[in-house]
């Protein structure tokens, strides 16, 4: 089955400080994209930041930036120079490089603190 | 550029009864997908349609159905409502092969009582 796990329910971070927020999934194919949502109270899931799994290099989009590890099937999401604008639910998802359907984890519920 | 477009925003609905949601694709999409998300869940796959026909189902029971329309908008019905089918149901519209661009909508909250 696949699977995307986040294991931190909840993640706070002082304003202008940097936090990291975990994913791990499981899959046995091996042409995958990955993705890191944001659903802010508007509930509009907006895409973050997106790696193709044959990349070794890891993804940064201005102030966040991913670390992944494909052997170890980990994706992890930093940001950067929090800002307030900044909290939100954050999902990690994986699709299929041909398939038509995101698997989701149960989200990160992050709070920044001004 | 309009965005995706759901509708209604909010509804309550008894259990027992059926309800039909709407979702308007963003501009030069003709891909649709639907996704539930439950309370204090990820998103979780119902269906995508392309072309007026369903192209890939998730675990979901035949009491979930839809429809595209040639315009590309799409709705989704569920019949026989329980109380489990309370949760948030996302549109998604894309290309009918994106590397990535999915665009999402905000959801219809659907509450059953």
């Known amino acids: 089955a696949q699977t995307v796990t986040q294991s931190q329910p909840e993640m706070s971070v002082q304003e202008a400080e940097t936090v990291t927020l975990s994913c791990t999934y499981d899959?046995?194919?091996?042409?995958?994209?990955l993705f890191w949502y944001k659903q802010p109270p508007s509930r509009q899931m907006i895409l973050v930041i997106r790696q193709e799994a044959y990349k070794q290099q890891n993804a940064t989009e201005n102030r966040f930036s991913v670390n992944f590890q494909k052997a170890a099937k980990s994706f992890s999401l930093k940001i950067s120079d929090s800002q307030l604008g900044d909290a939100a639910m954050y999902f990690c998802?994986?699709?299929?490089?041909?398939?038509?359907?995101?698997?989701f984890g149960t989200g990160t519920s992050l709070t920044v603190i001004p | 550029d309009a965005g995706v477009t759901q509708s209604p925003t909010h509804l309550i609905k008894t259990r027992g009864q059926q309800v039909t949601l709407r979702c308007s694709p963003k501009s030069g999409h003709d891909t649709v997908s639907w996704y539930q998300q439950a309370l204090g869940q990820g998103p979780q796959f119902i269906f995508q349609?392309?072309?007026?026909?369903?192209?890939q189902r998730g675990n979901f029971p035949d009491r979930f159905s839809g429809h595209q329309f040639p315009n590309y908008s799409s709705e989704l019905n569920v019949n026989a409502l329980l109380l489990g089918d309370s949760a948030l149901y996302l549109c998604a519209s894309s290309f009918p092969r994106p590397s990535y661009g999915y665009t999402f909508g905000s959801g219809t909250r659907l509450t059953v009582v």
């Open positions: 899959t046995s194919e091996s042409d995958y994209y």
């Open positions: 349609y392309y072309e007026e026909e369903e192209r």
């Open positions: 998802a994986y699709r299929y490089q041909t398939g038509n359907q995101f698997y």
